[in-house]
């Protein structure tokens, strides 16, 4: 990220997962492990679709579209996120940019607003986040968006 003073704001919140549907795209070794009704290869490429609900100082839903690298471990994952509702009171939408890896119980990673994608109030939002998600949490996990409109 950027170092967060090169942004003037910054934006703390918790989102929740509200759906989750993956589909292998790829499997490489035709190996893997079934978790409910959802299979992960331990070599291949999935895709999934994911839909969060934010709150606190960023109120509203989005919907991502994630393509993951399962690589035996250490995985890749890249994303974009399209979010609706308010950052700091200030309405509208944006895109975010995910690059982040993870293992059995952990993520971290790398959000970006895209330039030139956001309406409204979030029409000129630029800013960065770091992700650190270990384990599972049944109330969420923490996002602080360092940011500036304008």
């Known amino acids: 990220m950027n170092d967060s003073t090169s942004y003037s704001q910054k934006a703390a919140c918790r989102f929740q997962v509200s ?3 993956e589909k292998v795209l790829t499997d490489i070794d035709g190996e893997g492990t079934t978790y409910g009704e959802v299979y992960y290869p331990r ?3 999935s895709r999934a679709e994911v839909r969060y609900t934010y709150s606190g100082a960023m109120e509203g839903t989005s919907t991502a579209a994630y393509l993951m690298g399962y690589r035996g471990g250490d ?4 994303a974009l996120e399209r979010f609706s509702g308010s950052v700091d009171g200030h309405e509208g939408s944006c895109v975010f940019q995910h690059t982040a890896s993870h293992d059995s119980s952990s993520v971290r990673g790398h959000l ?3 330039p030139g994608m956001g309406t409204g109030g979030l029409a000129t939002l630029r ?3 770091e992700l650190l998600i270990e384990g599972h949490s049944e109330d969420g996990y923490e996002l602080v968006l360092h940011y500036d409109l304008g």
């Open 112 to 114: 970006r607003v895209v």
């Open 19 to 21: 759906s989750w549907d």
């Open 127 to 129: 800013g960065e986040a």
């Open 75 to 78: 995985d890749l994952v890249l």
């Open 43 to 45: 070599r291949g490429v």
